[in-house]
């Protein structure tokens, strides 16, 4: 492509501060590539580069006859300087197309065709699209957003496509939306501008929140992940629009084109509002709760796994948000993700009452608490991501609660059957008779709870190693301690059975599932 469209010999600039357009480049050249890229929200990382570092060193357009365009020489004072929003040579492969459809000459050729059919240079678009735009969505994949108008459309587009699912066609607009935006800022950022460009930049943008408008009320409950990779590109499309050097003309569109994308990134944030109000309705009356939990189930609970899932997708796009200052959707969804912990905190106190046994909801709440805690507590997740040989885990006050009251109600019960030690020092010479009934309690509770909880699972192997440790520390010293008042009964038992080291190894079977 490249090669294609630089064999063709440059043209006089137009009055719109390009030079002219080479000839239109094969279709689906860039489509194919943009279709494979995986999507999930916005690039990686939206940034601020300076306009000396960003790497263009060169220009196929004319600063010095276009009349539109605001020249390089900083004294101007109709320019301002500010740093040029450009991506980081890391970002995603998005963004890598984008720069190459702006290096081939390829975004230049549909700006100014895009022009040619304006009316005049003052053209504003009015929502009807032209050839050009045509033809430059399709490239991007998203020439059904074209189609669309209301939900019905929308409905429609998916019935007479069944291969193509909401998830689908969301994921195409946000491959459509990133290397727009790449594509705009690029070309009249890099060179200084014209407003061909931003008046380009701002139709395709304008066309593409249709989409968002249309999409908002078929959104299910189970979409959260939809609207919030949504989210997620427009807050960090929006990041770009900050002008840099630029006439005011252009300056006052890529504001403009600023506040729309605001306003969409607005009702996306309610839509996330809303949808999670959904979600939680479902969830609460969700019937695999009583089904598992009666069923013996006290590891992570789906319905947990989903929740914290919606939490650290609700995280990734509160941080896209931070990009731009004094952007309100930043504490919007903060108090949303504290005000959804807070609710899976109730409704799995809730749910663990289904439990009959109360070593059972205790070992539930433990599993469900010290998973959410992996993400409600960041601390405590990079600890173990630093140190991941480390089985010495910090429990939030939480887990600790229900880790000790789980360990009163199994074990320290199995522990209360066996004599303190000390307390039949006087029959020492006659463990046989007196001393070995109270083990035989003790030896029967044990294995009894043993094999009770042997095929408890705690899925977390950081946690379920602690729970080992911890209860064998309850257990097998005072265990030993007795026998070790009791040399007879201790040689009698050592060895067999129920020796403290063969008890100790039972205990590490635990939790196994």
């Not at 320290?412 to 303190?420: A, D, F, G, L, Y």
Request: with cysteine.
């Amino acid at each position: 492509m490249a090669e294609q469209l630089a064999s063709v010999p440059e043209e006089s600039a137009t009055a719109t501060g390009f030079t002219a357009p080479n000839p239109q480049p094969p279709r689906n050249t860039y489509r194919d590539r943009i279709r494979k890229v995986p999507v999930s929200g916005a690039p990686k990382k939206w940034t601020l580069v300076p306009l000396s570092q960003s790497g263009h060193k060169g220009s196929s357009y004319s600063s010095s006859g276009a009349s539109n365009s605001c020249p390089s020489n900083n004294s101007d004072s109709s320019c301002r300087t500010v740093p040029v929003f450009a991506p980081l040579a890391d970002n995603d492969e998005l963004m890598r197309i984008a720069r190459q459809m702006f290096s081939d000459g390829y975004t230049r050729h549909m700006v100014q065709a895009f022009d040619d059919t304006s009316s005049a240079p003052a053209f504003k678009y009015g929502g009807v699209p032209d050839h050009a735009l045509e033809n430059w969505f399709l490239e991007l994949d998203v020439d059904w957003v074209l189609q669309i108008h209301d939900k019905h459309d929308l409905r429609r587009l998916l019935q007479d496509k069944p291969a193509s699912t909401l998830q689908d066609l969301v994921e195409r607009w946000i491959r459509a939306l990133t290397v727009i935006v790449t594509s705009i800022t690029e070309l009249v950022l890099a060179f200084h501008g014209t407003p061909a460009a931003a008046r380009f930049g701002k139709a395709s943008i304008t066309e593409m929140f249709v989409f968002v408008d249309t999409i908002i009320p078929l959104l299910k409950a189970e979409k959260l992940h939809v609207v919030l990779d949504m989210f997620i590109c427009v807050s960090g499309a929006s990041f770009m629009f900050t002008p840099a050097m630029i006439s005011p003309e252009v300056q006052n569109m890529f504001s403009e084109i600023g506040s729309s994308l605001e306003k969409e990134g607005n009702k996306l944030s309610e839509a996330i509002s809303s949808t999670m109000g959904e979600m939680r309705a479902l969830i609460e009356d969700d019937e695999s709760w009583e089904v598992e939990i009666k069923r013996g189930g006290c590891e992570v609970h789906t319905n947990t796994r989903f929740i914290i899932d919606c939490v650290v997708l609700m995280r990734k796009a509160q941080a896209s948000t931070e990009n731009s200052t004094g952007n309100h959707n930043t504490g919007n969804l903060r108090d949303l993700i504290d005000d959804t912990i807070d609710y899976l905190k109730g409704l799995l106190l809730t749910k663990s009452k289904l439990c009959s046994d109360p070593s059972h909801r205790y070992l539930f709440l433990l599993n469900n608490l010290y998973f959410l805690s992996q993400v409600s507590e960041p601390s405590l997740s990079l600890d173990i991501e630093l140190c991941p040989g480390n089985i010495e885990i910090e429990l939030t006050p939480e887990c600790e609660k229900y880790m000790d009251m789980y360990l009163d109600v199994s074990w320290r019960r199995v522990k209360s059957c066996m004599p303190e030690p000390g307390l039949c020092l006087a029959l020492i010479y006659h463990w046989n008779i007196f001393s070995l009934p109270s083990l035989d309690k003790f030896h029967s509770a044990f294995r009894k709870t043993y094999h009770a909880h042997k095929f408890w699972k705690v899925p977390d192997p950081r946690l379920r190693s602690l729970l080992r440790k911890t209860i064998a520390k309850t257990v097998i010293p005072d265990y030993h301690d007795y026998l070790k008042e009791r040399p007879e009964l201790e040689k009698h038992i050592s060895g067999g059975s129920n020796s403290p080291n063969a008890l100790e190894q039972l205990l590490e079977e635990l939790f196994e599932g």
